[in-house]
């Protein structure tokens, strides 16, 4: 019995349907869509290693085989590519003060923190398998789960000023680009606004002289990634460790809002019976790349953006984009050309793209309706995004807590405890839920 079966023809998509998980079109029609995942993916996906210091070949080959381990782990039904994730920015760079990691020492403590990370979220996957994601609900409700995300985002903020001020016309022409093409297109060139404007900083900087690749010629086409191993025996990595764990709300967050996305978009609501997998499925694909080099993964939502372009979900062709990610990683040469992107490039991408990282998080409370009149939805978000901002931390000994741990447990501690006292004095300062709509959602009552 086949895989997958034949939609329709195999070749088009009536209106009004879409080509089911289960099913494929024609394997060149697979194949094409396939690619246009790979494209769609490579833009975030190289950027987290340029920026964090990793090999970028090495992240590829762990995206691949990620993406291929997701498929069987939700036994084929959920389509998804698991690209780098960019909530691991923050802690990872915070190994070398915000800026690139730049011995393999650095990258082999952080790997453990990527590690414990997956070990974490897929352990809570198989606790939703089981129970359900009520609990999360209630741990992080949106003005709490909003703040964490957020201010994951905004802690980088400085390690972007850093790479934008040494290259400013540069920095400056690339922002500009991201943001044109993100509102000059509609569709799938839209939502690779952020790919794009590194292509456009990478012309300009190699038409100004910008860019270096001596040695490229010693460089095979052809070779293994580079792997380094997760410092588990390194007394010092383990400390490390708290400062990574917030990821994972991070990940949850968006493991959640993908499965809903897929059923929401498919119109089957069974989807969602395998958000418990896809937790489990991102853990396990994080474990392992954060075990042998390779950055932390999620599930993406560029892909998103592609299938509801085409309105294909077909798993075969992210069978397709993990493959060819997987043969991509082969390639020296092809790491070596990411590595010559200059600070500038990154410094105006990752404006932007920080940035985006805390609009996510505002996202949320602007779709549970957060009713910001209530003092414990004020100071939950406040107290923790300025401790994110400013990058506070605490320490005992050789014991350290970054802003984001801080922020999070400000936030959780805010926001839990806040309400227990304000119900029991009955003031009215706690969450009262969401406010009500007023009027046609969109606009003000006709």
Do not use: C
Not at 1 to 26: C, F, N, Q, Y
Not at 240 to 248: E, I, N
Not at 263 to 275: C, L, Q, R, V
């Amino acid at each position: 019995m086949p895989l997958w079966k034949i939609h329709g023809d195999g070749r088009t998509v009536e209106p009004g349907a879409v080509v089911r998980p289960e099913e494929r079109l024609s394997w060149p029609a697979t194949i094409a869509i396939g690619a246009q995942h790979v494209v769609a993916m490579f833009g975030a996906t190289f950027l987290v290693p340029i920026i964090t210091g990793f090999p970028v070949t090495t992240t590829l080959l762990f995206s691949g085989v990620g993406t291929l381990l997701f498929l069987l782990l939700t036994r084929n039904r959920l389509p998804s590519y698991l690209g780098s994730s960019f909530a691991f920015l923050a802690p990872i760079t915070a190994l070398n003060g915000g800026n690139t990691l730049e011995t393999p020492e650095q990258i082999t403590q952080a790997l453990v923190g990527v590690a414990a990370v997956g070990v974490l979220l897929a352990a809570i996957g198989f606790l939703v398998q089981a129970v359900g994601t009520g609990w999360i609900d209630r741990l992080m409700p949106p003005v709490a789960a909003g703040s964490i995300v957020a201010l994951i985002g905004f802690n980088l903020a400085p390690a972007a000023w850093n790479n934008f001020k040494l290259q400013p016309e540069l920095a400056t022409v690339t922002l500009i680009a991201v943001i044109l093409f993100s509102v000059l297109f509609r569709g799938f060139l839209g939502r690779i606004s952020i790919f794009l404007g590194v292509i456009v900083g990478y012309i300009v900087a190699a038409l100004t002289g910008q860019l270096a690749f001596d040695g490229i010629e010693d460089v095979a086409w052809i070779g293994l990634p580079q792997f380094h191993l997760a410092a588990v025996t390194d007394p010092a990595a383990w400390k490390l460790v708290p400062m990574f764990l917030p990821v994972v709300l991070v990940l949850i967050a968006e493991n959640v809002g993908h499965v809903r996305g897929v059923a929401t978009m498919t119109n089957d609501p069974a989807i969602n019976k395998s958000t418990g997998r896809a937790l489990v499925a991102d853990g396990v694909a994080t474990t392992i790349a954060g075990a042998f080099g390779g950055s932390g993964t999620t599930t993406y939502g560029e892909n998103i953006g592609v299938m509801a372009a085409t309105r294909v979900y077909s798993t075969a062709a992210y069978w397709v984009a993990g493959i060819v990610a997987i043969l991509l990683a082969f390639s020296p040469k092809v790491g070596f050309v990411f590595n010559t992107i200059p600070a500038g490039v990154l410094g105006g991408v990752t404006t932007a793209l920080y940035g985006l990282i805390g609009v996510i998080g505002i996202k949320i409370w602007v779709d549970n309706r957060v009713d910001f009149s209530r003092p414990v939805n004020q100071y939950t978000v406040a107290v923790s995004f300025v401790i994110a901002i400013a990058g506070f931390a605490m320490g005992w000994g050789d014991f350290q807590l970054g802003a984001i741990v801080v922020g999070t447990v400000a936030a959780l501690l805010i926001y839990h405890l806040g309400n227990a006292i304000a119900r029991w004095r009955k003031t009215g300062a706690d969450d009262g839920g969401p406010i009500p709509a007023v009027g046609p959602l969109g606009g003000d009552p006709a």
